[in-house]
């Protein structure tokens, strides 16, 4: 039975109705995995003997005739930079290849309190520093529409192990666009949630003020229904934000009528690809067809983001990664004093992309420096969370390219500063905490276009509505790659 582009709902039905076993549809899914890695490389830890064990389980509770949850049973995969009780997470770097917690993630434990299946552990950019997935500290993951192409990053791996029919849904990290840019490259539907609202306990940090987990999907309603699963206060978590969580699925209408949508001109200029911007105003027109209000609106401080996250983010990577250090855990390096071990455990531990975001935030906060960067960068973060506030109190979303380009060849932009300009449209979005989802709203040369739809705090709700109805009026979130039919 074929199940890799079956979506949530179907599965769970397939396993109610007796259809197919869980411990059929686990190793059905492995089978995939080991077919399909050759080509996608989503997967550093591939977890066989443990997701059968809880597959067994499920089967028990079906034979019972006891009832399951939506997602018990169903596979998943999580970004290496969750921890997971038992299981490897190396966060994508050479210093925790080894690494073994000995505690789960908030979101883990939720993901198996809801009796996910979990088939892995899934590739990223190290320590979330890259937006391609080649910073891998192991190897770089391909995108499942063409496998000599990146996947996006940091959550690469995440959004590429769903659009290679691999598992149906994934969790990804986003520190500044991470599982928005993939998603777009892969042609799949990912979330950054409001900040506050799914608790980062257990992710290893890259940015503190920045970091938020969030679903990789195929549909915008299997992404409601694994957001259902994890959200919510955490105690664990000083970030947690308290708040009353809705069922995400009620938002999902197909209507948009009366909704008024905002198009930030600043999204549309200067390093946009002109074939991404003419799918982007395509969805819309659409969007505006379906009885949307339409209106240009501005955003007079976006183009001071990039280099305010450029001092933000490194700032605070450098805080946290002052623990790897050969003392604590992770890889240590032979040395012949304290000194070197330190200096030689980051040297062969970190890869060229980490160690360039420390010193810059090292220097961003030394001495001296403090008030010039990192200070003034915090003062302008406030004027564009401001200049969103001011959007907000007459627009109900923001609609706009999720990325200024469709996927690029594995290799072929070797400047750092031209990769973070692929970020340009998802970093504002960090930087004000606010929620973000990207969707499937076209092709160019047969890639996948990303549109993004950005939302007030804690306004998911809206967020999903307006995707749910634009999804249901296009076809784009069917198409899968031609080479996963053959292996499926």
Same mark, same amino acid.
């Given at each position: 039975?074929?199940?890799? !582009? #079956?979506?949530?709902? =179907?599965?769970?039905?397939?396993?109610? %109705?007796?259809?197919?076993?869980?411990?059929?549809?686990?190793?059905?899914?492995?089978?995939?995995?080991?077919?399909?890695?050759?080509?996608?490389?989503?997967?550093?830890?591939?977890?066989?003997?443990?997701?059968?064990? *809880?597959?067994? +389980?499920?089967?028990?509770?079906?034979?019972?005739?006891?009832?399951?949850?939506?997602?018990?049973?169903?596979?998943?995969?999580?970004?290496?930079?969750?921890?997971?009780? /038992?299981?490897?997470?190396?966060?994508?770097?050479?210093?925790?290849?080894?690494? @073994?917690?000995?505690?789960?993630?908030?979101?883990?434990?939720?993901?198996?309190?809801?009796?996910? *299946?979990?088939?892995?552990?899934?590739?990223?950019?190290?320590?979330?520093?890259?937006?391609?997935?080649?910073?891998?500290?192991?190897?770089?993951?391909?995108?499942?529409?063409?496998?000599?192409?990146?996947?996006?990053?940091?959550?690469?791996?995440?959004?590429?192990? *769903?659009?290679?029919?691999?598992?149906?849904?994934?969790?990804?990290?986003?520190?500044? /666009? &991470?599982?928005?840019?993939?998603?777009?490259?892969?042609?799949?539907?990912?979330? #950054?949630?409001?900040?506050?609202?799914?608790?980062?306990?257990?992710?290893?940090?890259?940015?503190?003020?920045?970091?938020?987990?969030?679903?990789?999907? +195929?549909?915008?309603?299997?992404?409601?229904?694994?957001?259902?699963?994890?959200? /919510?206060?955490?105690? #664990?978590?000083?970030?947690?934000?308290?708040?009353? #969580? $809705?069922?995400?699925?009620?938002?999902?209408?197909?209507?948009?009528?009366?909704?008024?949508?905002?198009?930030?001109? %600043?999204?549309?200029?200067?390093?946009?690809?002109?074939?991404?911007?003419?799918?982007?105003?395509?969805?819309?027109?659409?969007?505006?067809?379906?009885?949307?209000?339409?209106?240009?609106?501005?955003? $007079?401080?976006?183009?001071?983001?990039?280099?305010?996250?450029?001092?933000?983010?490194?700032?605070?990577?450098?805080?946290?990664?002052?623990?790897?250090?050969?003392?604590?855990?992770?890889?240590?390096? %032979?040395?012949?004093?304290?000194?070197?071990?330190?200096? !030689?455990?980051?040297?062969?531990?970190?890869?060229?992309?980490?160690?360039?975001?420390?010193?810059?935030?090292?220097?961003?906060? &030394?001495?001296?420096?403090?008030?010039?960067?990192?200070?003034?960068?915090?003062?302008?973060?406030?004027?564009?969370?401001?200049?969103?506030?001011?959007?907000?109190?007459?627009?109900?979303?923001?609609?706009?390219?999720?990325?200024?380009?469709?996927?690029?060849?594995?290799?072929?932009?070797? =400047?750092?500063?031209?990769?973070?300009?692929? =970020? *340009?449209?998802?970093?504002? @979005? !960090?930087?004000?905490?606010?929620?973000?989802?990207?969707?499937?709203?076209?092709?160019?040369?047969?890639?996948?276009?990303?549109?993004?739809?950005?939302?007030?705090?804690?306004?998911?709700?809206?967020?999903?509505?307006?995707?749910?109805?634009?999804?249901?009026?296009?076809?784009?979130?069917?198409?899968?790659?031609?080479?996963?039919?053959?292996? /499926?």
């Amino acid at each position: 039975m074929e199940v890799f !582009n #079956k979506t949530i709902d =179907d599965l769970h039905t397939l396993l109610v %109705e007796k259809e197919i076993s869980c411990t059929e549809l686990t190793r059905g899914y492995l089978k995939h995995i080991r077919q399909s890695e050759e080509k996608v490389r989503a997967f550093l830890t591939v977890t066989e003997d443990m997701a059968l064990a *809880v597959a067994a +389980k499920v089967d028990k509770k079906i034979a019972n005739q006891e009832s399951i949850g939506i997602l018990e049973g169903l596979p998943t995969a999580l970004k290496d930079n969750m921890c997971t009780e /038992g299981i490897k997470t190396t966060c994508g770097s050479r210093i925790l290849r080894n690494f @073994v917690p000995p505690y789960n993630a908030t979101v883990t434990e939720k993901l198996q309190e809801a009796g996910a *299946v979990l088939l892995g552990k899934l590739n990223m950019d190290e320590f979330a520093m890259g937006s391609s997935t080649e910073n891998s500290g192991f190897f770089p993951t391909a995108n499942p529409w063409d496998v000599e192409r990146v996947p996006g990053g940091s959550s690469g791996g995440s959004a590429a192990s *769903v659009a290679a029919g691999e598992v149906p849904f994934s969790l990804g990290s986003d520190t500044g /666009g &991470s599982i928005r840019q993939p998603a777009a490259f892969c042609g799949v539907v990912g979330l #950054k949630p409001t900040y506050g609202a799914v608790s980062r306990y257990g992710l290893v940090a890259f940015a503190s003020s920045l970091d938020q987990i969030g679903p990789i999907t +195929k549909t915008v309603r299997d992404n409601a229904l694994v957001l259902n699963a994890i959200a /919510g206060h955490d105690p #664990k978590d000083t970030t947690s934000v308290p708040f009353h #969580k $809705p069922d995400y699925t009620q938002f999902l209408e197909n209507d948009v009528q009366g909704l008024k949508i905002g198009i930030p001109k %600043e999204f549309f200029g200067r390093g946009l690809q002109p074939e991404v911007e003419k799918v982007v105003r395509q969805a819309i027109v659409t969007l505006a067809d379906l009885g949307a209000e339409i209106e240009e609106c501005s955003l $007079p401080h976006m183009e001071y983001a990039m280099p305010t996250y450029y001092i933000i983010a490194p700032a605070e990577c450098s805080s946290n990664l002052a623990r790897y250090d050969g003392v604590r855990y992770g890889y240590r390096a %032979e040395a012949e004093d304290m000194i070197d071990m330190f200096k !030689n455990t980051r040297a062969e531990g970190f890869g060229q992309e980490v160690k360039r975001r420390i010193m810059l935030g090292t220097y961003a906060l &030394s001495s001296g420096y403090y008030d010039a960067y990192y200070l003034k960068a915090q003062k302008v973060r406030t004027l564009i969370k401001q200049d969103f506030d001011q959007v907000f109190g007459k627009y109900d979303v923001l609609v706009s390219p999720t990325a200024p380009t469709p996927a690029y060849k594995i290799g072929e932009i070797s =400047d750092p500063l031209a990769i973070y300009m692929g =970020d *340009v449209y998802t970093i504002p @979005v !960090n930087l004000a905490g606010l929620p973000a989802i990207s969707l499937p709203a076209g092709f160019v040369g047969g890639l996948p276009v990303g549109m993004q739809l950005i939302g007030k705090h804690f306004g998911e709700g809206i967020l999903y509505r307006t995707a749910y109805a634009f999804e249901q009026n296009t076809g784009y979130h069917r198409e899968v790659p031609a080479w996963i039919k053959e292996v /499926g």
